[in-house]
């Protein structure tokens, strides 16, 4: 059922995308704007301006013969991905640590400890929303808009793949104590040790990802290897 205020078009598109993100429409998935337009209860029309969109946006990807499909994520796209997210992160947080207050503060601790919480009863697939929503409450501290908006965009293309926390669940401990970390060098307005463990972070959750693509998928880990060690040179 159509939301009020919304226009055809913009409700198809937020469900599809929606969809895409969180798994529901997989990699490869095919999209047939008929059967769609029957579930969103519309004609053909919304629904191919919202695949437009999403292709657009590099969703989907879409040939005369073949129709919409949703786009296949590879390795090296994902690893320039997170790439990306580590400079402007890091760049985000630098730039907040003046701007940190103490709402801020006791907000991270909150939501550092409901991860914990969703870890000690197994809830993996809980984590990538509470990790997202942390780590985008310190970078909107920075009032950048545009560079908000350029990590948020990173962070929803990464959501396309299935959460690290959910096939490494190892990674999820560390993660809540290096948050602990970063909450710490916020609190003291430590702007290289904040900057420092914020790259450090998704150092290793890049190496942990790519080990896993490694042992699940063919290929080799050298091109990933060499693009990390000219990033960390820089």
Do not use: C
């Not at 939301?3 to 895409?20: A, C, D």
Request: no cysteine.
């Amino acid at each position: 059922m159509k939301s009020k205020g919304k226009t055809k078009n913009l409700f198809v598109y937020e469900r599809l995308r929606k969809g895409i993100i969180e798994g529901t429409l997989k990699p490869g998935q095919k999209l047939v704007m008929a059967s769609l337009a029957t579930k969103f209860g519309t004609s053909e029309t919304p629904i191919r301006e919202a695949i437009r969109r999403l292709e657009s946006d590099g969703y989907l990807t879409f040939t005369p013969h073949s129709g919409a499909v949703v786009t296949e994520i590879n390795r090296q796209e994902l690893s320039e991905i997170y790439l990306i997210r580590i400079s402007l992160e890091a760049l985000a947080t630098r730039l907040a640590v003046p701007f940190i207050n103490q709402d801020d503060l006791l907000w991270l601790k909150k939501k550092n400890d409901e991860m914990k919480a969703v870890v000690e009863r197994d809830q993996y697939e809980k984590l990538a929303r509470l990790n997202k929503d942390f780590h985008l409450r310190i970078y909107k501290a920075a009032s950048l808009p545009r560079l908000y908006k350029m990590i948020s965009d990173l962070w929803d293309a990464f959501e396309r793949w299935p959460s690290i926390f959910t096939y490494i669940p190892e990674r999820a401990a560390s993660a809540i104590q290096e948050h602990e970390q970063i909450i710490e060098a916020l609190e003291t307005a430590d702007v290289d040790r904040a900057d420092d463990l914020m790259k450090e972070q998704k150092k290793k959750s890049l190496e942990a990802l790519q080990k896993y693509m490694v042992k699940h998928h063919t290929g080799s880990p050298e091109m990933l290897e060499e693009i990390w060690q000219k990033q960390a040179r820089n």
